[in-house]
């Protein structure tokens, strides 16, 4: 399929506007209320009682649980990573060999706004939903009883998901509230991911930063627990999105092929063809830090894998 040229968007679309519309949206987040209905003085726009607000969306799951989701604007960036390997290795450590999915750097248009979820996919929302608890399954209990959560939060992201589990969530959810819901493409999850940026992570490129940002490294990097975190408890992107760098794997629409980028449409990419492996990103908890960069690309998940350190986030398109 060819798709039409669309303009090049100017500086100010690509990077102020986006700016203008999340300051207002940012003020309305609340990282402690995840799960929680939407509040009054919203404007209801749909029979199933999702809402919107400037820059915001708002879905109902049922069971007095919601989700928030932020828009990101249409617009045009440089896909890939823009440090050579060697750059990439002396700033944030990892193998060179280990990074070649990551090139050739190509310009990359999204050509229409899409709702993002401001937080990644919780417990709690996927309890409402779907009405079953996977990291309280079978293949779950061994790695839950060595790493316990405390008790009476429902905000940790879900896990124990394998990619099929993670396309009939937005199946259900798409169905329940009459808007189209699904994961987004490698190409729409790092163009969220960047926000505007070109360094190696959405804060800059300083590696002591990102302790602030993302969940990473587990104990060995300080952390006193070795599981995924409540989401939301540290600062966002420039988008007003969380955990973008860690916590949990999150997968995307794509097929992972290593050598997609030297082929891939310039306008809203998205690799279809069945291959082996699934597209992830973000990194998780107690990954190295190279692998939570904005340009990272998950290349050894297949499609039936569900662990401790996967999970997800959904998009929903602006135009309805």
């Not at 959810?173 to 808007?179: E, N, V, W």
Request: aromatic share 10%; charged share 20%.
């Amino acid at each position: 399929m060819t798709h039409p040229r669309i303009p090049r968007l100017k500086p100010f679309s690509a990077v102020l506007l986006p700016a203008i519309l999340l300051s207002a949206a940012q003020v309305a987040l609340v990282p402690a209320a995840f799960g929680q209905n939407a509040g009054k003085g919203a404007s209801s726009n749909e029979a199933s009682g999702d809402t919107a607000t400037a820059g915001q969306l708002t879905l109902d799951l049922g069971l007095d649980v919601s989700m928030k989701l932020v828009l990101i604007p249409a617009g045009t960036f440089k896909m890939g990573n823009h440090d050579s390997p060697a750059e990439t290795v002396k700033k944030v450590g990892g193998l060179e060999k280990n990074l070649v999915d990551e090139y050739p750097v190509h310009e990359v248009t999204i050509s229409k706004p899409f709702y993002m979820g401001i937080y990644e996919v919780t417990q709690a929302q996927w309890k409402a939903l779907m009405g079953t608890e996977p990291w309280k399954a079978e293949r779950a209990l061994g790695y839950m009883r060595l790493q316990p959560r405390p008790q009476g939060f429902d905000d940790y992201p879900v896990a124990f998901v394998d990619s099929y589990d993670a396309i009939e969530f937005c199946r259900k959810l798409s169905k329940k509230t009459g808007r189209t819901v699904s994961l987004p493409t490698e190409a729409q999850w790092e163009y969220a991911c960047r926000a505007g940026t070109t360094t190696t992570f959405s804060f800059g490129d300083d590696l002591s930063k990102l302790i602030d940002y993302g969940w990473y490294g587990g104990k060995g990097a300080g952390q006193k627990e070795d599981y995924a975190h409540r989401v939301g408890q540290l600062k966002p992107n420039p988008w007003g999105l969380y955990d973008m760098h860690g916590n949990v794997w999150e997968f995307c629409r794509d097929w992972y092929d290593k050598d997609y980028y030297s082929r891939s449409p310039s306008v809203d990419p998205v690799n279809t063809k069945e291959i082996k492996n699934w597209c992830l990103r973000s990194g998780s908890f107690h990954s190295v830090p190279t692998v939570s960069r904005s340009a990272q690309r998950n290349s050894w998940t297949d499609t039936k894998a569900a662990r401790y350190n996967l999970g997800l986030r959904v998009i929903v398109p602006a135009d309805k």
